[in-house]
């Protein structure tokens, strides 16, 4: 997560003032403590209320004074956000929840400020990506406020094998101003960096820091989408190469070969190495249930059919793969997603596509495509007509209803087995996605999307959406990585980080080729705009009645792992009354999901 939350030059009025303005309940940010030097103070929205919370750094660790202890600020604040009614509490129970940081604006709109970036991931980063001479800057994770060049140097490392990089730190004075310690002085991190780029650093040891191309980082804020689209339109315009812009950002995170297409150009990109095995697909008796001979599922998170007879080989197959929003996130860990990314059925694997629905207990499939478009096959019908039923293997499915909406439909089928209880399936088709190319507007895709999150959100314990197009990976996978973004900005609100190329790294680390085209890349990065404008007109519109009345502060009571909670009693002016804690128990309950009662086949469908 970034530290874009930490506001520097914020003092307590300043914050009370900032949150009540662009913030909303459970918006906080964490600032310098005036008070206390070298102390912090976590700054927090709570209805028409902001309370400070002090933050202790004793040089060794931040704490609460008291509790849990941490080694950077970072993880301090990561550990108490997002916890609904959870980990801290006032003295009466009521709990200060952490839920929308509010962003400090970032120091430079400059590509090569990362932000938020240890000194092992920039290191790795201008390893993997850069050559020497490559730089960036980050913030301080040591000294919160302070920033970081981070260069890759022509030296190489003690073991001689790869080019060391070095970190110099960019100090951030009290007047405003940036240094590196002694020397010249500078007023904004864009003069230092210029400075240092014309003049080279020279280390204690001799070694030279050039800082000859910087390293860009992908990452931009929410609101800050219009500037990113309209920089990436500009270097497409501006450009006599045939790849800038889009293409030269969307080259980036393809760290797995596409499948040969004739709509995109030959590139390096096709001659990448697979990231891990597909076997599976590749065996004789696998290859007849591939639409295509050259997509297939990674054998590392590919969808295994468990109830099938052992005996028959494949039977466990189908060109299908578990795709999580966070891959390192554990299943029913986290507010992560997971959804399942398939092809378009054939005759002969409708029966293990419906297995895989009623296995994995899905109860929302999108289809992003037609059954045939422009005379060629995409996908084979595998439900029933309107109040008609099918049998598919051991399963049987019956159309129940269907509705009709402006470009798509949602079908409300019933799965069952016999003696089982059945399964309500919706079904939605999008009919508004072109056979080449992409959606002339991203309206009706960002509509359709909110259909299917309600549909899914509708019936508590459902399983992962299944999302297919033809061939599973270029509609499919436009389809996941948009759903994924939105709906990281819908939990974190519009002050959040979003990654668009390394969103679809971490996809197509799960299934090869997803997002197929420059088109659907760029579409994506559309649709995030139309969303964040309307999401931006919303709040306007509920922020009209002005900001709520003045803030009070109240006893935190922090909910830790070791043998009791915490209570803190902050005065909204950090005041000496604000000392240690008291100490009381508090206990925060989980509220289990209902669930749904056993759904009997409707009697036309038995």
């Known amino acids: 997560r970034t530290a874009r939350w930490f506001h520097p030059n914020l003092g307590g009025v300043e914050a009370e003032q900032l949150l009540r303005s662009k913030g909303q309940h459970g918006s906080f940010l964490a600032r310098p403590s005036k008070s206390r030097p070298g102390g912090f103070t976590l700054s927090v929205r709570r209805h028409d209320e902001v309370t400070h919370i002090k933050i202790q750094n004793t040089g060794d660790y931040y704490d609460l004074y008291g509790g849990e202890k941490f080694a950077t600020l970072a993880e301090l604040v990561q550990h108490y956000t997002g916890q609904r009614g959870g980990l801290l509490r006032e003295r009466g129970g009521a709990p200060v929840e952490l839920l929308h940081p509010l962003s400090c604006q970032d120091p430079t709109s400059e590509r090569w400020y990362h932000g938020h970036l240890s000194g092992k991931e920039a290191e790795k980063l201008l390893m993997q990506k850069g050559r020497p001479g490559s730089f960036l800057v980050r913030e301080s994770q040591s000294k919160p ?28 004075q009290p007047d405003g101003k940036y240094d590196v310690g002694g020397g010249e002085r500078f007023d904004t991190l864009g003069d230092l960096v210029e400075c240092y780029r014309k003049n080279p650093l020279v280390e204690r040891s001799g070694t030279v820091v050039h800082l000859q191309q910087p390293l860009k980082t992908t990452r931009i804020s929410a609101t800050s989408i219009e500037s990113r689209v309209r920089e990436l339109n500009e270097a497409m315009d501006a ?10 950002e969307f080259e980036v ?100 596509f419906w297995a895989m629905v009623h296995q994995e207990n899905t109860r929302v499939i999108v289809m992003t495509t037609r059954e045939v478009e422009r005379g060629r096959n995409k996908c084979f019908r595998y439900w029933p007509e309107l109040h008609g039923s099918q049998e598919y293997g051991r399963l049987r499915v019956c159309n129940v209803a269907e509705h009709q909406a402006q470009g ?193 086949p409707p009697k036309d469908c038995v």
């Not at 022509?154 to 080019?163: M, N, S, T």
């Not at 450009?239 to 030269?248: I, V």
């Not at 959040?496 to 579409?523: L, N, W």
Request: charged share 25%.
């Open 145 to 172: 406020g302070d920033f970081v060049l981070s260069a890759l140097t022509q030296q190489l490392d003690r073991a001689g094998r790869q080019a060391r990089v070095t970190h110099v730190m960019i100090h951030f």
């Open 239 to 248: 450009s006599e190469k045939a790849k800038q812009g889009f293409w030269e």
């Open 253 to 352: 995170p393809d760290c797995c070969p596409l499948p040969p297409t004739p709509r995109l150009p030959s590139s390096g990109q096709q001659e990448c190495r697979l990231l891990y095995p597909r076997k599976e697909g590749q065996r004789p008796e696998n290859k007849p249930k591939n639409r295509y001979r050259n997509i297939l599922p990674f054998d590392t998170t590919r969808v295994i059919l468990r109830d099938v007879e052992d005996s028959a080989p494949g039977a466990d197959y189908i060109n299908a793969n578990y795709i999580r929003s966070d891959p390192e996130e554990k299943p029913g860990h986290g507010p992560g997603k997971v959804y399942i990314a398939t092809q378009g059925c054939l005759p002969t694997t409708v029966a293990a």
């Open 408 to 600: 798509y439909c949602v079908r409300e089928l019933q799965v069952w087995r016999a003696d089982q209880v059945s399964l309500e399936v919706k079904h939605c088709q999008y009919f508004g996605w072109p056979d080449h190319g992409v959606p002339a507007a991203p309206t009706g895709v960002l509509g359709f999307l909110d259909e299917v999150n309600r549909a899914q959100s509708s019936m508590p314990g459902a399983g992962p959406m299944v999302v297919h197009c033809s061939a599973g990976i270029g509609r499919t996978g436009t389809i996941i990585v948009l759903d994924i973004l939105v709906d990281v900005i819908r939990r974190q609100g519009l002050d959040c980080d979003i990654d668009v190329p390394k969103t679809i790294q971490h996809v197509r680390r799960q299934r090869s080729g997803m997002v197929q085209t420059e088109a659907q890349y760029k579409f994506v990065y559309l649709a995030l705009q139309r969303y964040i404008r309307g999401e931006q007109l919303r709040l306007r519109e509920q922020v009209g009645a002005g900001p709520g009345r003045g803030g009070t502060c109240g006893g935190i009571t922090m909910v830790t792992s070791g043998p009791s909670p915490q209570t803190c009693c902050h005065s909204g002016r950090e005041g000496p009354e604000c000392a240690r804690p008291e100490w009381g128990w508090s206990r925060a309950r989980r509220r289990e999901p209902s669930k749904a009662g056993p759904r009997v």
